[in-house]
């Protein structure tokens, strides 16, 4: 490798990814009004963290977090694997809704409240076996 291509490798490693634009990019065509997205980027100084926060309208929310939350999953994989190139961890806020507000590691490490779930409160029902009792 030359001494040019050895530089210009050395730059690109050192750089960190335009995390900004990379949530925009993901995050904005799920939005109705794409104007309302607000995204903020902090590094944390001698630790190799960033946070980014993000925050839009609570009626995109569920395009955003899409069902099962697979959408915003999504993007907290994008975002963690472009901070894990450079080695960095990367953390996620999203300000919105109550019901929606996390504060999340990427990688998962903590999760939102789950909701109660919908399960009736009428008894079990009855089980039948499916043998036919012989007969005599």
């Known amino acids: 490798m030359n001494s040019t291509a050895q530089s210009q490798y050395a730059v690109h490693h050192c750089t960190q990814p335009d995390y900004i634009g990379l949530v925009e990019f993901l995050v904005k065509p799920f939005l109705e009004s794409p104007d309302s997205l607000k995204v903020d980027c902090e590094t944390s100084s001698g630790k190799p963290r960033v946070w980014i926060r993000l925050a839009f309208e609570s009626s995109d929310k569920g395009r955003v977090f899409g069902r099962g939350g697979r959408n915003i999953q999504a993007i907290r994989t994008v ?50 076996s499916r043998h036919r009792q012989s007969e005599v």
């Open 79 to 128: 975002l963690a694997a472009a901070a894990q190139a450079v080695g960095q961890s990367a953390y996620l806020d999203i300000y919105g809704s109550q019901s929606f507000a996390v504060d999340e590691d990427i990688d998962g490490e903590s999760r939102p409240e789950k909701s109660q779930s919908r399960r009736s409160t009428a008894g079990k029902p009855t089980v039948r």
